[in-house]
């Protein structure tokens, strides 16, 4: 029997996570450890509410005496740490949430990880550590970090922690580091649901920029499976990067969903850019790969699924867009220049 703690277990990936474990393990607890801030929700994990299995704490990364008791109360030996501030727009608006979650959490963790001698700590973590990645290479998890938003350098910071414990104090980590992750419950300030759900709504779609940059968009079951993995096989001490290989522009993702929903091209509005935007993503997934990992959708079939879910669960994502996000969104785009 494995006990997990799932950090974070309350958002887009992590609700993911947990909803994969249950489904493919018996033997298993999984309590949900989350602070639930205005991307945390429990709609996200309602279909497995009442499983056995599963418990939910409401809680914070940062508290110390918390954590600790979610680890003693129900016997945690494995700790899968999702919880972050997450959108890196938000992070250049104001980054002070983002170094308490993502770096000082982390450490929260961390040290709680080595107190109760756990069999493992796994940090999820973002291709965004490399930093923009020139035409014609490919990051591997030995180059060095180079964040350039507050979200990435917060995460890369994390990172460097967790290696940290692992060679000062032998902590039997892993990290994984994503590619942008699209499917049910991404929360819509994330491009493939915003956009979705704008243009179900004939409203917009406001494309940074020229909408030339490129990501490696992946579905999100595909990064689950793979962060199983490395936890059943992953070698301890090690980093994989987790997406499917290959990048798409943007505009080229924005065509295909707006094709899926059968709406024009006449929604897409270029608008002024991010500050400090990465132009390109690019991971080598070789190291993952040869551990047995394939992704299961291409960019396309991950997005068109994608759309489909929106489309199909309006229930999900117009309470969200009814509330905190409004604010938010006149905040981000109200007085956006429009290019074009
Ligand atoms: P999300 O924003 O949907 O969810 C984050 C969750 O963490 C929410 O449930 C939130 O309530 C919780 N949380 C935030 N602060 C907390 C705190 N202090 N204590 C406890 N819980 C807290 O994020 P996501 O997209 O699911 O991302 C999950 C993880 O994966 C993050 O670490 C992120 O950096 C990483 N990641 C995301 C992507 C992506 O494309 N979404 C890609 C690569 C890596
Ligand atoms: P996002 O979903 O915010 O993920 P990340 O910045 O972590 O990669 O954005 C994905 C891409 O889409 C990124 O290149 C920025 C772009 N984008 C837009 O063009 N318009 C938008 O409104 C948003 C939110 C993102």
């Known amino acids: 029997m494995r006990n997990y703690l799932i950090t974070g277990g309350a958002g887009f990936i992590g609700s993911n996570f947990v909803r994969y474990l249950l489904d493919r393990y018996d033997d298993i607890r999984v309590v949900v450890f989350d602070k639930l801030t205005y991307a945390g929700n429990l709609d996200n994990l309602l279909d497995v509410q009442d499983d056995p299995r599963y418990r939910f704490v409401r809680g914070d990364i940062c508290d110390k005496e918390a954590v600790a008791r979610a680890i003693q109360e129900h016997e945690i030996d494995t700790i899968v740490n999702f919880a972050a501030e997450t959108h890196v727009d938000r992070s250049i608006v104001d980054p002070d949430a983002f170094i308490q979650t993502d770096v000082y959490g982390t450490y929260v963790l961390l040290e709680a990880a080595r107190q109760f001698h756990l069999e493992r700590y796994h940090q999820i973590s973002t291709d965004e550590v490399y930093g923009d990645v020139p035409p014609g290479r490919s990051s591997t998890e030995t180059d060095p970090v180079a964040p350039r938003s507050p979200y990435a350098a917060s995460k890369a ?126 991971l080598d997934v070789s190291k993952l790969k040869a551990l047995g990992w394939q992704p299961r959708h291409t960019h396309e079939e991950a997005i068109r699924k994608t759309v489909r879910w929106y489309v199909e669960n309006e229930w999900w994502w117009r309470k969200i867009r009814n509330g905190e996000f409004q604010e938010y969104y006149r905040r981000q785009y109200g007085q956006r220049r429009v290019l074009r």
């Open 157 to 282: 910071s994390a990172d460097l922690m967790v290696l940290a414990y692992h060679t000062t104090y032998g902590l039997p980590i892993t990290i994984t580091r994503g590619a942008n992750n699209i499917g049910p419950y991404q929360y819509p300030e994330k491009v493939v649901p915003l956009f979705t759900t704008n243009a179900i709504d004939d409203l917009p779609l406001p494309v940074y920029g020229d909408g030339r940059q490129m990501r490696d968009y992946q579905y999100v079951l595909d990064h689950c499976e793979a962060i199983d993995l490395v936890l059943q096989r992953g070698r301890i001490g090690e980093i994989y990067n987790v997406g499917t290989g290959q990048e798409m522009e943007n505009i080229k993702m924005v065509e295909i969903l707006l094709d899926e929903l059968g709406k024009p091209r006449s929604l897409i509005q270029h608008v002024e850019d991010r500050p400090g935007h990465d132009r390109r993503y690019s």
